[in-house]
């Protein structure tokens, strides 16, 4: 399964988000520049469980080497399509959960969760002489996090079935749970050091997340993040929209609610809407007046449903201003 968009739009930009994308590739990018010195750099830098646990490879490091792995190797990545699965995820993901947490306690957030899924490794395999490297660690902990914040959530997915790529909208808690299920079975059978993969650290990321995301929840957020959101609120929201109209039994009139921001209630805007239907995606411009206020519904004529007499009724969009 690949996600491919989410339906939860973020009310602030994802600074941090963004930002540990950036360094991400920026770090691929120095990684890409090694050439022949590639394996002494991720050996240096990546995490190595044997450098924590076996005394004769301790030896050879430093306490600030030690502990700067511990964080340099969340930043680290295997290859081009490692980085590209990584940070589409953390693209999908992360920008409600900073956009709940606030912008510099979802930075903490990020790296706890990512020490947390190396610790995890670290226990599991502590003779390992292997480099682990990756984000996914961290992101499974923000994952763990929109698992409780946004369980009804619907994340549009590609299955590929052989060569046809099926597109489906799955609720978040089901595609959650069915990735944690997948690390969890793939890290709990006999081949799982032999793939590679740091399974393991994936779960203890999911975990901690939601751990962390509690923790963080009981805190007061101090007055930084608030400065912070004022700055990096959103003057537009996102311009297209999936609505799922509903209706009132006999009716052919359908109803739904299309959220814009303060600033395009004052300004007005266009929006492109998508309603499905079964296997039909339609997609609509919406016009919205300058000055409309919070309550009003716009009549979408002809879009409603199709009457067995041939008549067909209206769409009505009540706007909500965020």
Not at 196 to 206: K, L, N, R, V
Not at 262 to 284: C, D, H
């Amino acid at each position: 399964m690949i996600p491919i968009r989410d339906t939860i739009s973020s009310k602030n930009f994802p600074i941090v988000n963004f930002s540990l994308i950036g360094i991400n590739i920026l770090v691929y990018l120095l990684e890409v520049a090694q050439n022949a010195n590639l394996d002494r750099f991720i050996y240096m830098y990546g995490l190595v469980p044997a450098r924590y646990f076996v005394p004769q490879i301790a030896a050879y490091f430093t306490l600030d080497q030690q502990i700067f792995s511990l964080i340099s190797f969340m930043f680290l990545h295997g290859g081009f399509l490692h980085l590209l699965g990584n940070m589409w995820t953390l693209y999908i993901f992360g920008d409600n959960v900073e956009d709940h947490l606030g912008s510099f306690r979802y930075l903490l957030f990020f790296l706890l969760c990512g020490l947390a899924s190396g610790f995890s490794h670290l226990i599991i395999n502590p003779q390992s002489n292997v480099p682990t490297v990756g984000a996914s660690g961290a992101i499974a902990g923000v994952m763990g996090a929109y698992f409780l914040l946004y369980p009804k959530a619907r994340i549009l997915t590609l299955i590929p079935i052989i060569f046809i790529p099926w597109f489906i909208e799955i609720p978040a808690f089901f595609f959650l749970g069915i990735w944690f299920l997948f690390q969890f079975l793939r890290a709990t059978t006999g081949h799982a050091a032999a793939s590679g993969i740091a399974w393991w650290a994936h779960i203890g990321g999911f975990i901690s997340g939601i751990i962390f995301l509690k923790i963080f929840q009981a805190l007061p957020m101090a007055g930084v993040n608030n400065k912070i959101r004022h700055v990096t609120a959103r003057k537009k929201t996102r311009h297209l929209q999936v609505i799922r109209p509903s209706d009132t039994g006999q009716s052919s009139n359908l109803y739904a609610t299309i959220k814009i921001s303060r600033y395009e209630a004052l300004a007005g805007t266009r929006k492109l809407v998508n309603i499905p239907r079964g296997f039909n995606k339609q997609l609509f411009n919406v016009l919205i007046p300058a000055g409309i206020t919070t309550g009003k519904v716009l009549k979408l004529k002809g879009l409603g449903k199709n009457m067995p007499q041939g008549s067909r009724g209206d769409l009505y969009l009540k706007v909500m201003i965020q």
